[in-house]
């Protein structure tokens, strides 16, 4: 009754930000991400009769906030009712990097609970039904059950909306160098900022031009066009942000050591260095290069003040079970 899984976190080119319906969270459209190799979640999962309550531990940390161990209690849940259990279950968890900073902890969190509780009560899904299922606990988490560049397709309603592969994993060898920007966790979660979206008078027309900003990027990663693809992502970054800043009540997610590397990064491309920037919903930033160039854009991010530390991330497998158990 015992299983462990493991998920990465993934990166957005193209951004999910807004929901269709915030209880199934159906997207209002399609995204598109990258699962990245060195930020993952591990996640061992327990169902006992000996259990009387679900708990759940953060490894590194003493206390689990009550928010959190209610989130992950409601998706045992929905595991529980889908596999015809009623055990309570022990869970525990492992970030290779910290949770709620722009860098999807959610995403690779529920995903990895997901495939393990499944596996620990011995049901079997389908990719397609795993990515629907992931969808409903945290909509990014539909993303990291396929492997390397996928894209979720927001459908007409919560029984096709999910994530699948678009190119697998050795289609394009570029990185995602994420500069860490801090540790201490977002005051306004992703949940709620999906909920004011379309306050911002910009919602509209960055809706309008989705399609087409999609349909360019998807042709840029068929043909490994990288200034192209470049160009389309730090744009859609900061289209995104723009609508955070424009909401009511207004979202600001960077700090000024995050404008320091969008600007450091633009320079660096002036400069000669191909590399462009994007940022989830924190403080993070994710800087795409190549394979060839990540050594010069790790260094580069290294030495900007205020960046706690630099992970070269590349493409990779989505979620999987793992013999590794932590308890
Ligand atoms: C900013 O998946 O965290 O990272 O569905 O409410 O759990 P919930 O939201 P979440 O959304 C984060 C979105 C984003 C952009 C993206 O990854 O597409």
Not at 176 to 198: F, L, Y
Request: with cysteine.
């Amino acid at each position: 009754m015992k299983a462990s899984a493991i998920a990465p976190a993934n990166i957005a080119f193209i951004k999910y930000w807004g929901k269709a319906d915030p209880i199934t969270r159906v997207p209002q459209n399609n995204s598109v991400s990258m699962n990245l190799s060195d930020m993952y979640t591990t996640t061992t999962v327990e169902f006992s009769e000996t259990y009387d309550q679900d708990s759940v531990s953060f490894v590194g940390e003493k206390v689990t906030k009550d928010h959190e161990l209610r989130r992950v209690s409601r998706a045992l849940d929905l595991i529980r009712e889908k596999a015809g259990s009623n055990l309570y279950a022990k869970v525990v968890t492992k970030n290779t990097f910290p949770k709620a900073t722009g860098i999807a902890s959610s995403a690779s969190g529920f995903a990895s609970l997901a495939v393990a509780g499944f596996r620990a009560l011995d049901v079997s899904l389908e990719e397609k039904e795993l990515s629907l299922f992931c969808r409903a606990l945290s909509g990014t988490a539909c993303r990291s059950i396929p492997d390397g560049f996928v894209e979720w397709v927001a459908g007409s309603g919560p029984d096709d909306s999910f994530g699948k592969t678009i190119f697998d994993v050795d289609h394009w060898n570029i990185c995602d160098v994420v500069a860490i920007v801090t540790t201490e966790m977002k005051k306004v979660s992703s949940t709620d900022g999906h909920a004011i979206a379309d306050t911002s008078p910009f919602y509209e027309a960055r809706m309008s031009g989705l399609n087409t900003k999609l349909a360019s990027l998807k042709e840029a990663m068929r043909h490994r066009n990288f200034e192209s693809f470049g160009r389309i992502i730090e744009a859609e970054a900061l289209n995104m942000h723009a609508i955070c800043l424009t909401s009511t009540p207004s979202l600001l997610y960077w700090s000024p050591t995050t404008v320091a590397v969008m600007k450091r990064v633009t320079q660096a491309r002036q400069d000669g260095l191909a590399c462009y920037y994007t940022i989830d919903a924190g403080p993070s930033v994710h800087v795409i290069c190549s394979e060839d160039d990540s050594k010069d854009v790790l260094a580069i991010l290294n030495n900007i003040e205020g960046v706690e530390r630099a992970v070269v991330n590349r493409p990779c497998r989505g979620a999987h079970v793992s013999e590794e158990h932590l308890f």
